[in-house]
């Protein structure tokens, strides 16, 4: 079966925030959207890889689970892949009740690492490229090794993925 990853940064990284009702975001989002049904309509893309962090992964996974009630979308899947147990310990309650529906709602829930640690990211990130022909990442094809979505993103360059870049701060989309 075709998959495809999703990588992104944290909303921290973003000019808006945490604020999703923001245009930029609103766009950010809308491109993803139509990432996600161009793998599904075109390259035959089926599953979909989220990393469980806050921001782009959630925004994806709503986003998927969404197209999913739509008529010609329900064979989609989404694959929700956690660092490590707890992750999410110390997030807000709303967002691990969003982080919660996505894994409720999954066809799988998988956890890569067993600590909080550097490693336990790099596992996930390299996970999910090497269970993927394709990756969706929303980040500045710029250089930015201490930025897991670059990290991801080199990777998956390396093991010759399909990478749809969204710019973080246009999201003006463009393929490598």
């Known amino acids: 079966m075709k998959s495809c990853a999703v990588a992104g940064p ?9 604020k999703e009702e923001n245009s930029l975001c609103r766009k950010i989002k809308k491109a993803m959207l139509r990432q996600f049904c161009r793998l ?5 893309v089926r599953r979909f890889y989220i990393g469980g962090a806050l921001g782009v992964n ?4 709503e986003l998927l689970l969404k197209l999913k009630t739509e008529p010609r979308f329900e064979d989609l899947e989404l694959i929700v892949v956690q660092p490590f147990p707890g992750h999410d310990a110390k997030w807000d309650i709303r967002s691990r009740k969003r982080l919660e529906y996505l894994i409720r709602h999954s066809a799988e829930h998988l956890i890569t690492g067993t600590e909080d640690c550097r490693e336990s990211y790099i596992r996930l990130n390299r996970y999910l490229v090497d269970h993927t022909q394709y990756l969706v ?8 090794p201490e930025h ?13 993925l399909e990478i749809i870049y969204i710019h973080p701060d246009t999201a003006e ?3 490598e």
């Open 58 to 61: 959630l925004w994806a996974g």
């Open 40 to 44: 599904y309509s075109k390259k035959g």
């Open 10 to 18: 944290k909303p921290t990284r973003f000019k808006f925030g945490y």
């Open 137 to 144: 990442a929303v980040n500045e094809r710029v250089e930015k």
């Open 173 to 175: 989309v463009s393929c």
């Open 148 to 160: 897991g979505s670059f990290q991801t993103a080199a990777y998956a360059q390396e093991k010759g």
